[in-house]
Every structure is written in C-alpha cells, then in structure tokens.
C-alpha cells in the first residue's frame, strides 16, 4: 500500500446528515452517454453525400456498391 494513504485508508465513509444518498437511477445517469458534438452526425452525412456526388461525376465507384452494401 502507498504510505501516503496510510492514515485515511481505514477511516470510515462520510455520509451527510443533511442530504439523502442520491437514488441509483439518478446516479448512474449522471454517467450515461450524451451526444457530445451536436450535429456530428448530420455533418458527416452531408461529406459523405457530397463524397459520393464527386465520385460518381469522375465515374469512380467505391468497392462497397459492388458488394451492394447500404451506407447509412
């Protein structure tokens, strides 16, 4: 063990008198994923729209329509 921790390691857990424990629910959403770039998704759509415009006017294809696969 780190001997920096050595005199709060056995010290008991500190519960408020003022509060009450938060409920599971509402602590585990505080850790849940959330979108962090807004309109990421929208962004790369549109690149990838355009991608694809570019490539069909220079009639290069990309080898995922010759395996007919969706991009999405």
């Given at each position: 063990m780190?001997?920096?921790?050595?005199?709060?390691?056995?010290?008991?857990?500190?519960?408020s008198g003022i509060h009450k424990p938060m409920p599971l629910y509402n602590r585990a959403a505080q850790f849940s994923p959330f979108a962090a770039l807004t309109g990421y998704e929208s962004v790369i759509s549109d690149v990838e729209e355009k991608y694809i415009a570019s490539m069909n006017?220079?009639?290069?294809?990309?080898d995922t329509?010759?395996?007919?696969?969706e991009i999405k």
């Open positions: 780190d001997k920096r921790y050595e005199k709060i390691i056995e010290m008991p857990h500190h519960t006017q220079l009639n290069i294809h990309s329509e010759d395996m007919n696969l």
